[in-house]
């Protein structure tokens, strides 16, 4: 028999699995494990959802018997029970007498869902496996796994998707909950009819008494002072109530320039996870999913060959494949990696000729720091632009073929000496300020699929 409290010995099981496992699998599943009872020899621990459940036991149990047998030199079986719902996930007896008059507008809101965007329309692979098990998290246990969750990754990644298959799963649960899809610019506009018309009492309310809201491309409010004024209260109202927000953007919340840091912070509150671009096997999985749920018959070496040339953003690579479909229906050919070569001779020429040049460079970088490429080129010498301009020299360096001194030049005649400072003193930064590795990452994403 172990001889050792329960809160003592998982505290000490926690503190070890600390350290094996990455900080979000450790903030993820093993945060919210609750350790139940000891007895003999039985540790038993309860978690919140079914999901969690599955997931730590396939994946944790081993790891936490051997923790505990090297630690206190005794084997102990572990049991893993999912926690009844909480008091606050039952509808409030008001609210449910509510519901009748709510039922009339459930279809308002699931009407601004996808059909197609769901779970098990989703593949799921390294590079999103986590916003995958996050977004799934949320669903079943809306505004109790995480809150805010934040989604974050490039362009046509699936994002709205995850959004999406959340908004389903939550009202398949509960029809008559109140989920709502919004893109941040949606928000805006509406939020500038309501001030033009009068109508704030309205907006407020129909916001204010969402239980789901999911908020996509947050990044748009980034400098638009009323709108993030009202998105606050918004996320008060909602956050306070208990009620689940999900925010998407295509970058992590410390890169939206502009942001208020109230509102940056409460978009820290909860969890962040990134989404990155699929590897050659998930873009295959996505295809064959695609044709399946479409009920097209591709061969195996056609996929293969599709995933392999369109390799960055998922809507790409699904319209690639439709386009195949359709030039090899419209010339009566059979589905041939030659064919789908012949069908996606442009858009797969344009990726080989795709150079990239400073110029680009430039403008990515000057759009992110809301700068203008003239100012690289100026003598100004200010941290709020010499930082940036030192950024993209660094980037410049890393992604072109250009020599010291041609950098130099395009950036405003400058010393190729100037050039490799800049150069050596980013690296060294990124190297000690993960803030600053993460900014020159997404760049460097972006200038790359550009
Ligand atoms: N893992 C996946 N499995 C299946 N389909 C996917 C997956 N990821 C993305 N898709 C599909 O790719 C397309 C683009 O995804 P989505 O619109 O969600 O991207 P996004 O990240 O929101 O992009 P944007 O930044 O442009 O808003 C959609 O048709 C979506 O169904």
Not at 123 to 128: A, R
Not at 169 to 187: P, T
Request: one cysteine or more; glycine letters at 4%.
């Amino acid at each position: 028999m172990i001889n050792i409290g329960l809160e003592s010995l998982w505290a000490d099981v926690v503190d070890r699995l600390k350290n094996e496992l990455s900080t979000p699998s450790f903030e993820t599943w093993v945060r919210s494990v609750v350790p139940k009872s000891l007895d003999d020899n039985v540790l038993t621990l309860e978690v919140p959802t079914e999901f969690t459940r599955e997931l730590i036991a396939a994946r944790y149990t081993d790891l936490m018997r051997d923790l505990v047998h090297n630690t206190f030199g005794q084997a102990l079986d572990i049991r893993i029970m999912v926690a009844p719902p909480k008091p606050e996930t039952v509808m409030p007896k008001e609210s449910r007498s509510k519901v009748s008059a709510r039922e009339s507008q459930p279809s308002e809101y699931a009407s601004r869902l996808n059909p197609k965007y769901t779970f098990e329309a989703f593949v799921v692979g390294s590079s999103n496996r986590f916003a995958h098990a996050a977004s799934l998290a949320v669903a079943e246990m809306p505004a109790r796994a995480y809150n805010p969750l934040f989604l974050y990754g490039g362009v046509g990644l699936g994002k709205t998707h995850l959004m999406h298959a959340i908004g389903h799963v939550v009202l398949k649960q509960d029809a008559a909950l109140r989920v709502l899809y919004v893109s941040a610019e949606n928000f805006t506009n509406e939020l500038i009819n309501a001030i033009q018309d009068n109508k704030m009492v309205p907006f407020r309310n129909r916001y204010r008494t969402i239980d789901v809201l999911l908020i996509d491309d947050i990044q748009f409010v980034g400098g638009k002072e009323r709108t993030q004024e009202e998105f606050f209260h918004t996320f008060e109202a909602l956050h306070g109530a208990h009620k689940q927000i999900v925010i998407s953007s295509d970058r992590p919340p410390k890169d939206i320039q502009y942001l208020e840091e109230r509102l940056r912070s409460r978009f820290e509150w909860g969890l962040i996870t990134d989404i990155q671009p699929p590897d050659l096997e998930t873009r295959m999985a996505i295809l064959s999913k695609k044709a399946q749920l479409e009920n097209l018959s591709v061969p195996d070496e056609v996929i293969q060959f599709i995933a392999s040339k369109i390799d960055t953003n998922i809507r790409e690579l699904e319209g690639a494949l439709i386009r195949v479909m359709a030039y090899g229906s419209i010339t009566r050919q059979t589905l041939t990696p030659d064919l789908a070569y012949e069908a996606l001779k442009d858009v797969i020429h344009e990726t080989r000729k795709k150079v990239i040049t400073i110029r680009l460079i430039q403008e990515e970088v000057a759009r992110h720091f809301d700068l203008r490429v003239e100012e690289f080129k100026a003598k100004k010498r200010t941290k709020a632009v010499a930082h940036p301009r030192q950024i993209a020299m660094y980037i410049a360096r890393e992604l072109t073929d250009a020599s010291l001194p041609k950098i130099g030049e395009e950036f405003g005649g400058r010393d190729h000496t100037t050039v490799m400072h800049a150069c050596e003193k980013v690296l060294r930064d990124r190297t000690q300020d993960p803030q600053l590795n993460q900014t020159i990452q997404t760049l460097i994403k972006r200038i790359e699929s550009h």
